[in-house]
């Protein structure tokens, strides 16, 4: 299994960006899929998920409204729709995926959950400027 995140870049404040993660796997579209962001001398956050079906997506209230996660299974792509973008959201973004009988069950109440990911990709930089 292999993620690999892209898209980000150089934006200014009140722009928009799409990240994509494109996966390799025949059964990406069983997976549940994540995207976290890590800022410097920061941990890392949850950013959005998505269940395998897209049926279902969570997020944080930071970015809620802003952001919004879609899958392509016929791809395997994960995005990332950033919009209204604010110099607090400069982090480095990866994506993540739970891939089925990998690791341990999690529920879908545990979408944020670091833990939950089996396998990460290197991250995309995003950088807003005010």
């Known amino acids: 299994v292999q993620l690999q995140a892209s898209g980000g870049g150089l934006v200014q404040a009140g722009g928009s960006l799409r990240l994509s993660c494109a996966a390799s796997g025949r059964t990406f579209s069983r997976w549940f899929t994540g995207w976290f962001r890590q800022a410097p001398g920061k941990e890392r956050e949850f950013v959005a998920s998505i269940k395998w079906n897209g049926g279902s997506t969570w997020y944080p209230d930071s970015v809620k409204g802003r952001f919004t996660i879609s899958r392509d299974n016929a791809k395997n792509t994960v995005y990332l729709q950033m919009n209204s973008l604010k110099p607090e959201d400069t982090a480095v973004y990866s994506c993540?995926?739970?891939?089925?009988?990998?690791?341990?069950?999690?529920?879908?109440?545990?979408?944020?959950?670091?833990?939950?990911?089996?396998?990460w990709g290197q991250g995309t930089q995003v950088t807003v400027s005010s």
């Open positions: 993540a995926a739970d891939v089925p009988l990998v690791g341990p069950y999690y529920s879908d109440s545990y979408s944020y959950t670091e833990d939950r990911y089996d396998y």
